[in-house]
């Protein structure tokens, strides 16, 4: 069985699957056994999943983007080598 938390349903629309992920995600194994976790951990564990994803961005476009010194710097010095005889 994928899912041994008890959840009630908040009068919404959910599909099995839906509810299995959720059931998954509220269940942790601490020395083999089931513990429940809060939903405040899980809201805490997405808004550091997404601050980092912003912080991965924003470094990927800063040192890849032409807009910024370090590609213009590559792109100045690849001219002058390409001079070179």
Known sequence: MLCRV???SR????TKETKILY?????????G????VKN???WICVACG???GLAIGLVTEY????AYR???????????????P
């Open 6 to 8: 008890h959840c009630r």
């Open 11 to 14: 009068g919404t629309h959910e």
């Open 33 to 36: 056994e089931a513990a429940s």
């Open 70 to 84: 370090p590609v213009q710097e590559v792109a100045e010095v690849s001219r002058f080598l390409a001079s070179l």
């Open 40 to 42: 405040w951990a899980i």
């Open 23 to 31: 059931c998954s995600a509220k269940k942790q194994i601490v020395n």
């Open 63 to 66: 040192y890849t983007s032409n």
């Open 50 to 52: 997404l601050f980092t």
